[in-house]
C-alpha cells in the first residue's frame, strides 16, 4: 500500500480491508488526471464492487464488536482511550514525518498549490493532536432518581461502524479529521474515498497502519462516478453502518441524506457555503481588503469557507473597492482540479455578465488551461433575483460585491442565503461585531480574519442548508457518541 503494480506497468490504488489490499483486478481499474495534464493518468484506483461494499462493513462490525463479554477488551469498542489515544498520536507524528510525500500525493492529484498542500499537513496533525487530547475526557453521567433504592448511570458509547464520504478539494484534512473523530469515539470505519484523490486518502489508512490500528477497523475503497450511487447505497443500506459523515456540495448531500434516511441512518454533513464577508465603516481596510481578496482567490476559490460575497458599508464603499481590486489585481487564482468545475464556475460568471452585471476586476475567461481569472462582481440593489450568483458557490476565484447603507441591511442580504456555513464580519468596535456576529445565520463568524479560517479546538459546522453537526475536538467525538441508560433496582426500591 497505497499503490500495488497492476497489469501493463500501471500503478493503481487497491482497495484496503481488513488490514490488506485486495487483488487487483484490471477490468475494474480506472485512471485519475492532474487536470494540468488531462491526457496521461498519474496513478490508478480500484473500483470497488458492491461485494466490497459487504465485505468493508462486515470488516468494521467484527473489528467493532469483539467478542461478547470479553474481558479482553477484543473489540475497537472495548478499546481502552490510552490506546485510543496514543494510535492517533502516533499517527499525527507519522503524517510529520512523512509530510513530503502527503504534499506530493496532493498536488498530483488535486493540482493545488504547494502551499495549500503544506497548510492541510499542518492542519491535520492539529486536528489529530487536539482530538487525541479529547478522548480520555469521553464521560457518562450519573443523574439523580426519584425511586428509592434505585441508582442510574448514562454511559457514553460509540454509535458502530460509520462511513465516512470526504470531498477531494481539502483532501487530506477533511478526510483524517473525520476517521480521527470516529475511531478515537471507539467507532470503526469504512472510508469511501474520492476518485479524484485515491491516493491521498489511501494514504491515511497506510499511515493509520503504521501507527498500529488493528485490522478492520479502518476500510477503504473508491468507485468510479458511473457507479458511485449504486456503491454510496449499497454502504449505507448495509446493517452494519450506523452512521454517515459526509462533506461536499449540497446537490450530493441531498441524495446522501435521502438515501439515509430510507434506512434510517443519521448522517453528519458539511455542506456547501456563500461565505459573505461584511466590511463595516470603522473596519482597516487595507487589512479587509488583503483578507477578502486571499479568500476568494485561495485554491481557486474551491473551498466550502471561500469568500463568496463582500458586503461593505456605504461610507467607505469607494475606498475599500479601489483596495480590493488592486487586491485581487495582485493574486494568482490557481487551477481547478478539472476542467468542469472550471466550465462552472465560467458559466455562472458570463451568466452575471448577460445580465449586465459589473466586473471591477477580471472576466469570464480563463487565465490558464483550467484556471479562471480572478474576478469581482459588482452586484447591483435592483438585481435580477434569477442572477445565478446571488446564490450558487461559484468554486472560482471569484466573489460579489455589495454596498449597503446600514447594519441591518448588511445583516439581510448576508442571511439571504439558502447556505449557512462560514461568515466574516471586519470592524475594530468589538461589541459592534458581536451584535451583529449573533444575528448572522451561520455556524461560525470570524472578525477582522479570512474567512477560511478554522480552529481545531472549536467546534465546525454549518446551519440551514450547509449541513447540520460538529466536528473538531470534543464536538467531534460527541458525533460518534450515543447515551445509553442503565437503572440498578435495590433489593428496597419496592416494585
Request: proline share 5%; with cysteine; aromatic share 6%.
Amino acid at each position: 500500500m497505497p499503490l500495488q503494480e497492476a497489469s501493463q506497468g500501471r500503478k493503481a490504488v487497491p482497495s484496503f480491508i481488513n488490514g490488506s489490499p485486495l487483488p487487483l483486478d484490471d477490468s475494474r481499474l480506472k485512471p485519475v488526471f492532474n487536470s494540468l495534464d488531462a491526457d496521461t493518468p498519474i496513478h490508478h484506483y480500484a473500483s470497488a464492487t458492491t461485494a466490497d461494499c459487504t465485505t468493508a462493513c462486515n470488516a468494521a462490525w467484527e473489528a467493532f464488536s469483539g467478542t461478547t463479554l470479553d474481558t479482553g477488551r477484543s473489540g475497537w469498542k472495548r478499546a481502552s482511550a490510552n490506546t485510543r489515544r496514543d494510535i492517533i498520536l502516533r499517527a499525527a507524528s507519522l503524517f510529520e514525518q512523512r509530510k513530503a510525500e502527503l504534499i506530493k500525493a496532493q498536488k498530483d492529484e488535486t493540482a493545488c498549490a504547494e502551499g495549500w498542500a503544506i497548510n492541510n499537513v499542518v492542519t491535520t496533525v492539529g486536528y489529530m493532536r487536539e482530538i487525541a487530547s479529547c478522548v480520555s475526557n469521553i464521560r457518562g453521567e450519573i443523574p439523580t432518581i426519584d425511586k428509592p433504592d434505585t441508582f442510574a448511570f448514562v454511559f457514553k458509547e460509540p454509535v458502530g461502524p460509520v462511513l465516512v464520504i470526504p470531498p477531494w478539494n481539502a483532501a487530506l484534512v477533511l478526510a483524517t479529521r473525520a476517521v480521527t473523530s470516529a475511531i478515537g469515539a471507539g467507532c470503526t470505519v469504512v472510508l469511501k474515498s474520492s476518485e479524484l484523490s485515491p491516493l491521498t486518502h489511501s494514504m491515511i489508512v497506510d499511515i493509520y497502519h503504521e501507527a498500529g490500528l488493528p485490522p478492520g477497523v479502518l476500510n477503504s475503497l473508491s468507485s468510479s462516478r458511473e457507479e458511485a450511487a449504486e456503491i454510496t447505497e449499497a454502504l449505507i443500506a448495509n446493517p452494519h453502518i450506523r452512521k454517515i459523515e459526509f462533506i461536499g456540495s449540497a446537490a450530493v448531500g441531498r441524495i446522501i441524506g435521502a438515501t439515509a434516511a430510507k434506512y434510517l441512518k443519521p448522517v453528519l454533513m458539511e455542506l456547501g457555503g456563500k461565505c459573505p464577508a461584511i466590511v463595516l465603516d470603522d473596519a482597516n481596510l487595507v487589512k479587509a481588503a488583503v483578507l477578502c481578496a486571499k479568500g476568494a482567490v485561495l485554491h481557486h476559490g474551491q473551498i466550502c469557507f471561500s469568500t463568496e460575497r463582500m458586503i461593505v458599508h456605504e461610507k467607505v464603499a469607494k475606498q475599500f473597492q479601489e483596495l480590493l481590486v488592486k487586491m485581487v489585481s495582485n493574486e494568482q487564482g490557481g487551477t481547478a482540479i478539472h476542467a468542469g468545475i472550471a466550465e462552472k464556475g465560467l458559466a455562472i460568471l458570463k451568466d452575471a455578465q448577460a445580465h449586465g452585471a459589473e466586473f471591477l476586476v477580471g472576466a469570464p475567461d480563463y487565465a490558464a488551461k483550467t484556471g479562471l481569472k480572478p474576478s469581482i462582481i459588482l452586484i447591483p440593489a435592483n438585481a435580477s433575483s434569477d442572477l445565478q450568483i446571488l446564490d450558487e458557490e461559484t468554486f472560482s476565484p471569484s466573489a460579489s460585491l455589495y454596498v449597503v447603507s446600514t447594519d441591518a441591511e448588511a445583516v439581510k442580504i448576508a442571511n439571504a442565503s439558502a447556505y449557512g456555513l462560514n461568515a466574516t464580519i471586519h470592524s475594530e468596535d468589538m461589541e459592534r461585531a458581536l451584535k451583529l456576529g449573533r444575528e448572522l445565520e451561520y455556524g461560525q463568524v470570524h472578525v477582522n480574519s479570512i474567512s477560511v479560517y478554522t480552529s481545531w479546538t472549536g467546534p465546525q459546522g454549518g446551519v440551514k442548508g450547509s449541513g447540520w453537526g460538529r466536528q473538531n475536538a470534543h464536538w467531534g467525538l460527541e458525533e460518534f457518541l450515543k447515551e445509553k441508560f442503565i437503572t440498578y433496582h435495590g433489593k428496597d426500591s419496592g416494585v
